[in-house]
T-cell receptor, first 116, second 111 residues
């Protein structure tokens, strides 16, 4: 149980385009979803936390107009990287939790974004 | 000072030996602690969680927590080449509902 999927697993796009990444909880309802970014040989950095039906809470330094997060249902959250640039190339990982406040997060397999 | 700190390694251990990984955290309100394993190009997978002082064993893994010293460790017994990965320590605070990760320790188990 507690499986989280992400789609796509890998995406290459041109600079200036927008990319949408989906995160789904397959066998449980995710009240809270988290989006992380990881640069090569670096640790995971939390970008934002989203609760179903409400606006995401962004971490300091993360541009909310650039990284649009939608948590429209209890099983789906999306991250849209708008007007992507090469410096946005990274490994994006989502995680999901069943409760509003929970230390148990189930991680998706990640999405490798390369912006040319 | 980073909230969660780890030695980046690499920690090189011979097959069959014990790998010992350390992690310190700065915020005393952190309530629970986690060790994740991450293979290159993959997302983290949970190995252990620990909530109270002392040791917690699960198979070949033992987590140790010392809240007074703000210190968490992970021992991997009988290390196998398949244990070669980066190990991430994470601390959770309910205020903020946030897991904060350390930089990770790369472990290399040599046959």
């Amino acid at each position: 149980g507690a499986v989280v999927s992400q789609h796509p697993s890998r995406v290459i796009c041109k600079s200036g385009t927008s990319v949408k990444i989906e995160c789904r909880s397959l066998d449980f309802q995710a009240t809270t979803m988290f989006w992380y970014r990881q640069f090569p040989k670096k640790s995971l950095m939390l970008m934002a936390t989203s609760n179903e039906g409400s606006k995401a809470t962004y971490e300091q330094g993360v541009e909310k107009d650039k990284f649009l997060i939608n948590h429209a249902s209890l099983t789906l959250s999306t991250l849209t990287v708008t007007s992507a640039h090469p410096e946005d190339s990274s490994f994006y990982i989502c995680s999901a939790a069943q409760d509003l406040v929970s230390d148990t997060q189930y991680f998706g397999p990640g999405t490798r974004l390369t912006v040319l | 000072q980073k909230e969660v700190e780890q030695n980046s390694g690499p920690l090189s251990v011979p097959e069959g030996a014990i790998a010992s990984l350390n992690c310190t955290y700065s915020d005393r309100v952190s309530q629970s602690f986690f060790w994740y394993r991450q293979y290159s190009g993959k997302s983290p997978e949970l190995i252990m969680s620990i909530y109270s002082n002392g040791d917690k064993e699960d198979g070949r893994f033992t987590a140790q927590l010392n809240k007074a010293s703000q210190y968490v460790s992970l021992l991997i017994r009988d290390s196998q080449p398949s244990d070669s990965a980066t190990y991430l320590c994470a601390a959770f605070k309910a205020a903020g509902n946030k897991l904060t990760f350390g930089g990770g320790t790369r472990v290399l188990v040599k046959p």
